[in-house]
């Protein structure tokens, strides 16, 4: 932040969580997007590993003991939990946003049951999020952050159900989110695999 007022003299703008409406959201650029109706693995991080230090591209966040993490089934199967890029969700946040995966035909892919050995159960979340495409660097402070954090343009900043602030890289949001003129139900476009950012849901 020093930096930032070397350059342009006043403290920065930051992020943070709060109460927004849907005009406050709409007049700052924010639109809606559906969540993809797919399978996370979550677990519950117990006592003993807490807390969690989870880095990601620009940031590092920190789960305590009760918190839910979630993981992408999108790497093969065989590795340690870390590798399936995990995401701390608030417990209060996890309860009124995610709901049990029970799917009669469902069958867990090879990762899916690789995951459910190491103690993860299969959800899916049930609501969208408010949204926009960051087109300059923009301080946040996420939940889990100890302080706020300067996201990159071309990241996506994130507005969570209790108004709470994160951000994520263009290929883990298309990946998560149903883009403009997507149907819920059709699978994202192939995207680099560079840059993910193992953060929130």
Avoid at 105 to 120: D, F, I, R, V, Y
Wanted: with cysteine; glycine share 6%.
């Amino acid at each position: 932040m020093n930096l930032w007022r070397r350059l342009f003299g006043s403290k920065p703008r930051v992020i943070r969580q709060r109460k927004w409406t849907e005009a406050e959201l709409r007049a700052q650029g924010f639109r809606y997007y559906a969540s993809r109706k797919q399978v996370t693995m979550v677990r519950r991080l117990p006592p003993e590993e807490a807390p969690k230090v989870i880095k990601t591209p620009w940031d590092t966040i920190v789960a305590q003991a009760g918190y839910y993490i979630a993981y992408q089934t999108n790497n093969p199967p065989g590795k340690p939990l870390d590798a399936y890029e995990p995401r701390p969700i608030e417990p209060r946040i996890f309860k009124e946003t995610y709901a049990r995966w029970r799917e009669p035909n469902w069958k867990p892919s090879p990762t899916e049951a690789h995951l459910m050995k190491l103690g993860c159960k299969p959800y899916y979340k049930t609501v969208g999020v408010w949204a926009k495409r960051l087109t300059e660097p923009t301080y946040v402070q996420s939940l889990e952050s100890d302080q706020p954090t300067l996201a990159p343009a071309g990241a996506w900043l994130c507005v969570g159900s209790a108004g709470e602030p994160w951000t994520v890289t263009d290929e883990w949001f298309r990946r998560r989110y149903v883009m403009p003129g997507k149907k819920p139900g059709q699978k994202p476009a192939p995207a680099s695999a560079k840059g993910k950012t193992p953060q929130r849901a």
